[in-house]
């Protein structure tokens, strides 16, 4: 193909000055310098100058991001008999298989089509900077995809100095406000950073003890929140509110309460002190501590490993820290125990027949061999590994399936409701149940949770080989010997004392009055050696209690023991192998005046009461400064051989930082 060569203009050279000439090549590299000196010199821009109204008219991907414009719902187009678009999008997503894609609703002009979804659902670019953090508010420049994460030195999230989450993206879509920013936040309707599903929490309100004397619920020996709570601040990333359950961070320690006496298997203790972070509510503390069994009295063990080893568990922080925790297990196993390893993906495997204890190499060896892949079918896992409990089930011993995984589940039985169903029933046979939960990025703590306390079980988090050897080695006893099951507390208040009361913690372990003596309702496990403890915060008679604006009662009169009873504990519990349940009860009625007199169990407990309602966000603590909770268990002098409370004091370090370090959200920025 011919081409006409380009016009160019021919100035005679007699026309063109040396000096000109000199000035014209000069010229292009000048006009360079002077585009890279304005910038530098220009002053930055501040977050005013850039979410104003000026800032929208100039810069288009502002008004992009923080004013999208109205995308106006289009009709669907006309749906015609015997079509064939009734198979359109029916391919599944191959990791984790979660949904399909729906069929076309709606054809825009341009012959795009939108998926079918909810109605009125129109998807929405995130309208701001959410999540744009970094030390000082001018350093959140960072880009991340659609959204503005991180800090100048590293866009995305994932810069020098950022708090975002390293989990998620950078942008997000969704059908709705709540959507995009819970995408952008990370903190999504399913509960946290890149897919952590979390039961929602609704704390307990005031409860008037002229209206209601009994207050009801049952133990819980779990563990899980603090480790995961842990696992967030180490990774500098507060946790979701709804990850933070309070009992299981109080419940992690070991408060050295005095072995129990007397023919029951469990004692119970309680102190009364004034409450530290409310000027005139009282703080107290009710306990359970159960006896602890020597190794040589232990009852031999079958023991059922079910350990998922799906593709979503390919990761060292799960399927590879499972291993290492098994191996520690298997390690202080006895000639008498036996164990059986079943694993589960795509469908169930037993990789390990029962073995006895002595065989250890064998064990180890199994062990080892695990790798991951595959889908998730855990309901058959489970059903699996209590098949193999039952078939080597020992008769006054101790029988347990020991789930590890990070609870996806996406194939076979996937229900929520369904697996507990499963469980319930299990539960029955004697054989008891442990979940370890590990990893992060799909991590579903909401039915790993539910499995635990519906199974007989207790229910862990593994993130570090530390914490693995503190569960399934230094708290075996506790963890796998169970000494207590359908373990309920009762606490009657006296109304001439008490004038209003709320538990803290324990918002999915509440029960009913009448459920305290009906022994078919479900409750929790005390394992040897195992404590449990609970904190009520109380408003003594004569005080307004908050939320509480009711007349006084017209006709009722208060009723009961002498003043000088505060409160009387109720506890009912069963034997590990027994159906019929066995109550006693304690009253209190001495209160510490001074909270400078309050005992290292309790200011410890109270350190990390305050600590969690301080990260669920809790009204009560809006004014709390963790510096008093830092305190408060610093000087708590309790024995501390594995240093979990020097650890919690830097943790506590570790959350006023983050909780500190200013944030930019925009919807404060943003109109």
Known sequence: MHRTSPVRLVVPHYFVSPQRARLTRLLPAAVALLGALLPACTPEPTIDDIVSEGGYSTNRFLRAIAKPDTIEEEDPPIEHENSDDEAAGSGQRHKGEEGKMGRPTSKSKSGLYAMKGPKDAIPQMASGFAGLTGTEIGEGYGVGGLGLVGTGRGGGGTGEGTIGSPYGSAYAVGNDDADVWGGLSGHDVAGGPGGDRYAKVQEAAWTLTHAAPLSTFSIDVDTASYSN?????????????????????????????????????????????????????????????????????????????????????????????????????????????????????????????????????????????????????????????????HKHFFKGGINRVLLATDGDFNLGLTDHDDLVKLIEKERKTGVFLTVLGVGRGNYNDRTMEQIADHGNGNYAYLDSEKEARKVLVAEASGTLVAVAKDVKLQVEWNPNRVAGYRLLGYENRTLTAEQFNDDKKDAGELGAGDSVTALYEVVPAGRPVPGAAVDNLKYQRPAGPADAELLTIKVRYKQPDGDKSTKFESPVTEARADW????????????????????????????????????????????????????????????????????????????
């Open 596 to 671: 400078d007199e309050a005992s290292p169990q309790l200011r410890l407990a109270a350190a990390v009461a305050a600590f969690g309602l301080k990260l669920r966000g809790s009204p009560s603590m809006e004014k709390f400064d963790l510096a008093a909770a830092r305190w408060w268990a610093q000087s708590a002098e309790l024995p501390d051989p594995e240093g979990h409370r020097r650890e919690f004091v830097a943790l506590v370090d570790k959350a006023r930082t983050l909780m500190n370090r200013e944030t930019v959200h925009s919807r404060s920025a943003l109109p």
């Open 229 to 389: 709570v842990r696992r967030f601040l180490g990774d500098n990333w507060l946790p979701p509110p709804d990850a933070v359950r309070v009992e299981e961070m109080i419940n992690y320690f070991d408060y050295a309460y005095p072995a129990p006496e007397g023919d029951h298997p469990l004692g119970v203790g309680a102190e009364v002190a004034p409450c530290p972070w409310k000027k005139g509510h009282q703080l107290v503390r009710v306990h359970l501590q159960a006896k602890k069994i020597e190794t040589d009295r232990v009852p031999a063990r079958n023991l059922v490993f079910l350990v998922d080893t799906s593709g979503s568990m390919s990761d060292d922080d799960k399927l590879g820290l499972v291993k290492k925790g098994l191996s520690l297990l298997a390690e202080q196993l006895r000639p008498e125990d036996r164990i059986s390893l079943v694993t589960y993906a795509g469908d169930t495997h037993v990789a390990l027949p029962t073995t006895p204890g002595s065989e250890k190499q064998t064990i180890l060896r199994a062990i080892d061999r695990l790798g991951a892949g595959g889908g998730t079918n855990g309901g058959a896992g489970i059903a699996l590994a209590y098949a193999e409990a």
